[in-house]
């Protein structure tokens, strides 16, 4: 059994600050994290590789500088990490981005299951774990809770749906997103930081891949961000003050003002 | 303060601090409450490999990364000890009883009993305190007596750390009861030996999420290979046990006078009266600057003498008890500041700091009494004048 | 390839450019900005150029003639035969961007029996309605769903394909968008038809609710969305309203599915769905310990609501991941939010900020919460929750 889980480094959102005048985010000095969708993704590729043997390959597309993502990955418990970078992967959206790391995975050749995060809180698209089963033609199953079983060439799961749990079953090879209730990710274990630190991580390039510059980064991307703003915070709400008496008073009124009416 | 702590001991900084956080800052109210031993805890510090950290490579740890042990086990200590005193003592209790056998074990016990200490499959306590028997390890009363191939324990050693929880205990007893403290000898036993039995849990004013009990020995049978180091060694046994452990506890002191500080900076810089902050009144900012001032001293000799021992160093029954008695009374003068500082929040249990005061107490008291501690240090210095040396 | 430029004409030396950039590798030499090789051309600078000094360049070498599409075309979503509310939201939308450049509103039904659901989706607003019909369709399944719908865009050639940006629409519209070789825009919130271009603006919250993002897919056809539920408004339905039906057989092999769905276990009594409800009482760090989220679960009982929690509470143990509400939990839009010792951070406002009303009850004054709430009540909730229940169920009796 080999899993690849794709990774990706994504600003830790919760340091973003706003310029207020200029209405522009200050992403100076926020640091770069392992998207933490990720961490279960991961840690469910462990807990398989770990009942049936086999290896984890994580991969990540994106400047040289995401590698931090991949030792991390390591550090937790991948056996290989694989960085997919070149100046013409630049600008990618999800369309050109899964198209890369599908070729990656093709290329890796062995790999019987991609698993991805549900969602990278940077942008939240959710679309990048699906856009590579379409890119590799093999199954996909999304919102993932829990994977109940992987056996003669299948993969049991629970997808979480509105309403309920989808008891779904694919055949192998397959591409699944995971969701956090699939799972506590395990924490990095100091073997694993020690190895992190050492291990050379091949970088893949767009020669490496075979890709045609016009299919991958900014010149692949049918989308492009044209304008950002910040959302409206101006709030005209009305503000309660008093005994808790009187504000529980006021609250009831509020929430019974329909039933009452 | 920069230690500058090398790549591997900040990685075992950094894992103990996310343990910390992620498992025990949530669970410590709980387990203090609760009297209970965290056993998920132990079992996720084994699975990140921090049990391992000061057992060499050859029985399955990792202590050659850190250069020994001492330190990595320093750091470690105090990183745990600044969410919980109660469950750094855990993990500290179980290096301590594994120390008796890296130290002074012959290497078919150490490959016998190490690897499992770990990987954290087994855990430790040591045995030496006995209710007539506490700064005077010479009291001890458990007999050990030869039968053949077998040694015949009799007698109930008391407020054991990990006692209950442990797998392995290293047990000192008396094997020639005419010698006294030279008639002592340490001993391996496994839980589970006919005639080893638990007795009473204790409910403790602190660290409360440690397991302190007595381990009850009726004509308990254990082989006669499980003897460490010869018959009559027992007490240079505790000792050099009790001198490589010291810096643990000054560490746990460290840390849990850290975790006061941490909460008691920012209570005060969020806390407003007579319209202000209070971390702007000189009287809090005084308190603040003298406790993070003795902390850094107490961490700043606790780590010394760590390095010294990982460096090699032969002596420092000395500077080891210097750290154990300055950290230990820094953590409880800390401590009460922090309760100090957030006032009437402070002595209620809804906030962290009245439990560090409770636990930075047992600090000033096991493993040698900060008296016994003082007495150390001044045979040491009145030894060394009679030499004329340093 | 793509490429970066600074217009020296243009750049006014600001520096705003410099905090912008995640990677830090712009800096100012003699009063101009200088973006070093090591770009990774994500465009965070661009738009925190006021002047429009930055210029990112595609290189596109093929073009496609995109004059070619026109129409809006909506992907219904049912469960068990029963299409779902976001269709409906989806068709007031895609009415109103069709009225707005002259074009026509299509639906896309897949399903085993559609019952009266074409007049229906007429009603709300489509022209066309396409019907495919197989007992495979009863439950939304990738492969299949994916074919036929890349088979009806391909023949329709839509300008604009929109489904709900729940997990079906998430789960089916990037297979089909890497497919047909187009773009996609996530979760949006807002969209527009821009009148010169013809391009669909496309407005969506990202980097955890911190920025509006708003996206074009110039150059390739359909433009496809998804959108999230129960922000766009569904028409009323308009029983005069004239459209086609027009069925869409699947074709050979289509229906072939290389997963399968072996059972649906819905949701028990009790495991409410929390973006289902109507109201949501919701707590965070303020609530304190698990014991408390009692008080929260007697009032959502009287208010026949469900109980959400920030990440803080989550966190922290005192109730289970499925009712977190926020960034890395679920987005929530109900009547009434009630947000109880919960400070309203970024995260957590993002998945919560497009309640109809939103209540906070939180005893710091200075709470970012206040800031954006409709009504917001300063006081203690452990004294103001239980005077409430005991208020609300006085007043019932």
Request: aromatic share 0%; charged share 35%.
């Given at each position: 059994m080999r899993i690849a889980v794709a990774v990706k480094q994504v600003p830790d959102t919760a340091e973003v600050r706003i310029d207020p005048e200029r209405g522009t985010l200050i992403r100076e000095g926020v640091p770069s994290i392992l998207n933490p969708f990720d961490e279960y993704a991961l840690e469910e590729a462990f807990r398989w590789r770990d009942e049936l043997g086999g290896t984890v390959v994580v991969i990540t597309m994106g400047p040289p500088w995401a590698e931090s993502v991949l030792r991390e990955a390591v550090a937790m418990g991948a056996d290989e990490a694989l960085l997919i970078s070149d100046r013409a992967f630049a600008g990618a959206d999800t369309w050109a981005t899964s198209h890369t790391l599908a070729a990656a995975v093709t290329k890796l050749g062995d790999v019987d299951l991609v698993i991805t995060g549900k969602q990278a809180i940077d942008g939240d698209t959710a679309q990048t774990g699906p856009s590579i089963a379409a890119s590799l033609d093999w199954p996909q199953i999304t919102f993932v809770g829990k994977v109940r079983s992987i056996e003669d060439g299948h993969i049991l799961a629970e997808r979480y749906v509105e309403g309920g749990i989808e008891v779904v079953r694919s055949s192998l090879p397959a591409v699944v997103t995971i969701l956090k209730d699939a799972n506590t990710p395990r924490l990095p274990s100091l073997r694993g930081k020690m190895k992190a630190r050492k291990l050379e991580i091949p970088t893949w390039g767009i020669d490496d891949l075979g890709l045609d510059p016009a299919e991958t980064g900014l010149d692949g991307s049918p989308t492009r961000v044209v304008t950002i703003s910040t959302p409206e915070t101006s709030s005209d709400g009305e503000m309660h003050r008093g005994t808790p008496e009187e504000l529980a008073a006021v609250l009831a009124d509020l929430l019974l003002g329909e039933e009452e009416s | 303060m920069d230690y500058y702590l090398s790549d591997e001991l900040t990685d075992i900084r950094d894992i103990c601090r996310e343990i910390a956080e992620k498992y025990i800052v949530p669970a410590r109210a709980e387990l203090d409450e609760e009297n209970r031993f965290p056993r998920e805890i132990m079992k996720v510090m084994a699975d990140s490999d921090i049990l391992g950290i000061y057992i060499p490579e050859e029985f399955g740890g990792t202590a050659e990364a850190f250069g020994g042990g001492a330190m990595a086990l320093s750091v470690a200590t105090e990183e745990f000890s600044r969410a919980c005193g109660g469950v750094a003592v855990s993990y500290a209790a179980n290096a301590l009883g594994a120390m008796p056998i890296l130290i002074s074990a012959s290497d078919e016990q150490k490959t016998r009993y190490l690897p499992d200490l770990a990987s954290g499959r087994k855990l430790a306590a040591f045995a030496l305190t006995e209710s007539e028997a506490g700064s005077d390890a010479g009291g001890v009363k458990t007999k050990a007596i030869k039968d053949g191939d077998h040694y015949i324990l009799n007698g109930t050693k008391q407020w054991i750390t990990n006692g209950g929880e442990a797998q392995v205990y290293t047990v000192i007893a008396l094997t020639d009861p005419s010698r006294g403290a030279r008639g002592l000898s340490a001993f391996i036993v496994e839980e589970g030996t006919p005639g080893f039995s638990y007795g009473k849990k204790e409910d403790k004013m602190g660290i409360r999420a440690s397991a302190t009990r007595e381990l009850i020995f009726e004509d308990c049978r254990i082989p006669a290979e499980n003897l460490i180091s010869g018959e009559g060694r027992g007490f240079i046994v505790a000792m050099k046990t009790l001198n490589r452990s010291r810096p643990g506890v000054a560490s746990q002191a460290v840390g849990i006078a850290q975790g006061a500080l941490d909460e008691a900076a920012k209570y005060a810089s969020q806390r407003r009266q007579f319209g202000q902050r209070i971390d702007s009144f000189q009287a809090i900012q005084f308190m603040l600057a003298d406790m993070a001032t003795q902390i850094e001293a107490a961490r700043a000799l606790t780590y010394s003498v760590a390095r010294m021992i990982d460096a090699g160093a032969k002596k420092y029954e000395k500077v080891s008890a210097m750290a154990k008695v300055f950290a230990s009374d820094v953590a409880m003068k800390v401590t009460t500041d922090a309760v100090q500082i957030l006032g009437g929040y402070g002595y209620m249990k809804e906030y962290p700091v009245e439990k560090m005061m409770r636990d930075a107490k047992i600090t000033q008291i096991y493993e040698g009494t900060n008296q016994i501690q003082r007495a150390v240090i001044a045979s040491a210095l009145i030894k060394e004048t009679a030499a004329g040396g340093n | 390839m793509a490429s970066i430029e600074v217009r020296k004409d243009t750049c006014v030396g600001c520096g705003a450019c410099v905090p912008a950039c995640p990677y830090g590798v712009i800096s100012m030499e003699d009063g101009l900005a200088i973006i070093s090789d090591e770009c990774y051309l994500c465009g965070a600078c661009e738009s925190s150029c006021s002047f429009g000094a930055i210029i990112i360049r595609q290189d596109k070498s093929e073009k496609v003639d995109i004059s070619e599409y026109s129409g809006i075309m909506v992907l219904a979503e049912q469960r068990d035969r029963v299409v779902d509310h976001s269709t409906l939201e989806l068709l007031g939308e895609a009415r109103r961007l069709a009225d707005s450049c002259g074009q026509e509103v299509l639906a896309a039904l897949l399903t085993s029996d559609c019952g009266d659901w074409p007049a229906r989706l007429v009603e709300h607003g489509a022209d066309r309605v396409l019907v495919t019909s197989a007992a495979e369709l009863t439950h939304f399944r990738t492969e299949p769903f994916t074919q036929i719908v890349s088979r009806m865009i391909e023949e329709m050639r839509p300008a604009v394909v929109l489904a709900a940006a729940t997990t079906t629409g998430r789960d089916l519209m990037p297979r089909i968008a890497k497919n047909l070789n187009t773009g996609l825009t996530a979760d949006c919130t807002e969209l527009v038809i821009d009148g010169e271009s013809g391009n669909l603006m496309q407005t969506r919250p990202a980097f955890g609710g911190n920025i509006m993002a708003t996206i074009v897919?110039?150059?390739?056809?359909?433009q496809m969305a998804t959108v999230r539920p129960r922000v766009m408004k569904a028409l009323e339905p308009d029983p005069a309203r004239a459209g086609e039906v027009v069925e869409f057989p699947a074709a050979h092999g289509e229906l072939d599915s290389r997963t399968e769905i072996l059972e649906f276990l819905p949701l028990e009594e009790g495991e409410v769905d929390i973006t289902e409800s109507d109201i949501i009482v919701s707590g965070g760090r303020g609530v304190k310990d698990s014991t408390n989220f009692a008080l929260l679960e007697e009032l959502a009982g009287l208010l026949d609501a469900s109980v959400g929690a920030s990440r803080a509470s989550v966190d922290a143990g005192w109730i289970p991941y499925p009712h977190q509400v926020g960034q890395t939990g679920k987005t929530v839009n109900p009547k009434t939010y009630i947000a109880c010792g919960i400070s309203g951070a970024i995260q957590h406002r993002v998945g919560m900020q497009s309640s109809d009303r939103i209540i906070a009850i939180n005893k710091d004054e200075t709470a970012p919460i206040f800031e954006f709430c409709h009504e917001g009540f300063i006081g203690d909730l452990f004294e103001i929750l239980p005077l409430v229940i005991k208020e609300i169920k006085k007043r019932r009796s």
């Open positions: - | - | 897919c110039a150059d390739t056809r359909p």
